[in-house]
């Protein structure tokens, strides 16, 4: 069997963290395609103030899956929390303890920074991947669901004032 490495990411691994997320793209059969750049990934996961941390996987030399995590804060708990923003094994690397290793590497990370959680948003038609967090212990929040504001509405908000409206 396949010796699995899980290792923090560095600025160098920028063009394997990229394919890594369009590969995931095309997996979840994503509408658009990722905007992630090599750049943006060395500015924002590698910059002065980093944005994300980086877990890769690697099997005989080659990247066969990571994951990228962001910390947040609960206002209720007082303390930090782990989001697994982004998990992806290939799909032929399946079945061989990766995606376990990577979350038993990230939750080590979460330890030592003192969260008191680690959150992950799973896909609605993805079963395999519900199954597998909840055999890790992962479970659905029965009163909570994300909801997101981007593109156009998140401009038109920022131009709310205490007026209600506009500038």
């Known amino acids: 069997m396949t010796d699995i490495t899980i290792r923090p990411a560095t600025i160098e691994d920028a063009g394997t963290i990229v394919a890594l997320i369009h590969r995931l793209a095309k997996f979840e ?3 658009t395609a990722p ?11 590698f910059g002065e103030r980093p944005r994300f941390t ?5 099997a005989d030399g080659r990247n066969c899956g990571g994951a990228v995590l962001l910390e947040s804060y609960s206002s209720w708990a007082g303390q930090p929390t782990l ?19 990577l979350l038993a590497e990230a939750a080590r990370l979460a330890m030592a920074r003192g969260c008191c959680r680690m959150d992950v948003n799973v896909l609605t038609w993805n079963r395999t991947a ?9 479970g659905p929040l ?7 504001l981007d593109g156009p509405g998140l401009a038109r908000l920022a131009e709310i004032t205490d007026r209600g409206r506009g500038r």
């Open 142 to 148: 029965d009163d909570w669901q994300p909801w997101r």
């Open 29 to 31: 059969q994503a509408a």
């Open 83 to 101: 989001i697994v923003h982004d998990l992806f094994v290939d799909p032929d690397m399946r079945g061989r303890s990766v995606g376990r290793k």
């Open 130 to 138: 519900q199954d597998f967090y909840g055999a890790l212990g992962f």
């Open 35 to 45: 905007a992630l750049t090599e750049e943006a990934v060395r500015r924002d996961g």
């Open 54 to 58: 980086v877990l890769l996987a690697e």
